[in-house]
Structure formats: C-alpha cells, structure tokens
C-alpha cells in the first residue's frame, strides 16, 4: 500500500473520531449545564439560607461546611448536601435522639393505644398519657417534615453529582478530540510530503546469490 494512501485514511478517520467525540462533548455540556441550572432554580425556590457564623451552635461549629457557607443561600447542590447532613441531621439525632420516623411510630402507637384504655376505665392518669401522646405525635410530625427535606435536598445533590460527572466527561471528550485533531493533521502533512510513489512495509527485495 502506498503511504501516502495510509496516511490519508489515518488522518480522515482521526478526523471522524474528533468530529464524533466534540458532539459528545457538546451533549455532555448540554446536560451538565441544564442539571447544573435545575438543582439552582430549584433550592433557590426553597429561601434557604445557612445560618450566620455567630449565630451557630457549639455542634454546629464543629462543621467545616456549615462554617463554610455561614449567611449564604443554599442553591448548589454541595450546599443542599452539608444542609441536609450536618444541619438537618444534627438537629434530627438531637431532637429524637438517633431515632427516624419509622422507629418513632411504635412508642406512639403503644401510648395510643393506653389512652384508649384509659379512656374506657377513667384513669387516673388519663392526661398524663394524653399529653405524653400529644408529644409524641408532635415529635414523630416534626421528623417526618425534617426527613422528608433532608431527602428532597439530598435528592437535589445526587442531580447535581450527574452534572458534575457530565462535565468531567465532556472536558475528556474535548481533550480527545483536540488529541486526534493534532494527530490528523499531522497525518496530513506527512501524507503530502510523502513521495507517491513511497510504500508502506514493501518487501525487501532478495539479493541474488553471487555464483561462484
């Protein structure tokens, strides 16, 4: 095959490729952009903001990104995910002391069930117990809210990390199809500066045996 011939299909395919890998670049941009502007109209919808520094707790102190982000609004996705963690969470562990909604519901459910049967036999301690369950339902309420956020926020960060991803995938489609740009058109300069009638891998002629 000449080789100039092999240079110039190289460098067509190279070219192919880079065309190929800037439209994949360009969708992952586009969907990276567009998660990128969902997660921040979303969480701005929401009037978040982080408390400011000298406002926060001794626990909250303890937090890198609650220090971080002190008196700034939540509309990132980094942001929805410290809110929901070290914000929500602390607050929710200390409030219920670790427990979610769902372990919550059986201490309710027994003191429903006692008030119940106060009720049919005129306890005496038939307020106490209603006040105990007015508590519990309370608190049960309060985490539910405080759950169903954080997971709303934390939902908005997973959203966000696609985006993320799509823009490191983009950035490594870009930088292979620069790649084989520069390739191609090298292939191209060499392929006409190649004589026509040079060959690729031609076989070596056999020297004849000298006779005796």
């Known amino acids: ?25 360009i969708v992952l941009t586009t969907n990276a952009n567009f998660a990128n502007s969902y997660v921040h109209d979303q969480l701005a919808a929401q009037h978040i903001s982080f408390k400011p520094a000298d406002q926060l707790t001794d626990e909250e102190k303890k937090s890198d990104c609650l220090r971080e982000y002190a008196g700034q609004r939540l509309t990132t996705g980094k942001q929805a995910e410290c809110y929901a963690n070290e914000f929500i969470g602390l607050h929710l562990k200390a409030m219920s002391g670790g427990k979610t909604y769902a372990d919550l519901g059986g201490p309710e459910a027994a003191l429903k ?7 049919q036999t005129n306890a005496a301690n038939l307020a106490d117990l209603q006040k105990q369950l007015a508590e519990a339902s309370a608190l049960r309420e309060t985490v539910f809210k405080g759950e169903s956020l954080r997971g709303m926020l934390l939902t908005s960060y997973g959203f966000s990390e696609f985006g993320r991803k799509a823009e490191q995938g983009a950035l490594a489609m870009y930088l292979g199809a620069a790649l084989l740009l520069l390739l191609s058109i090298a292939g191209l300069v060499h392929a006409f500066r190649t004589p026509a009638s040079e060959t690729f891998a031609a076989p070596e002629r056999v020297k004849e045996r000298a006779t005796t």
């Open 1 to 25: 095959m000449k080789r100039r011939t092999l240079d110039l299909l190289f460098s067509i395919g190279g070219l192919g490729l880079a065309v190929l890998l800037l439209v994949v670049g």
């Open 113 to 119: 069930q006692q008030v119940a049967q106060a009720e």
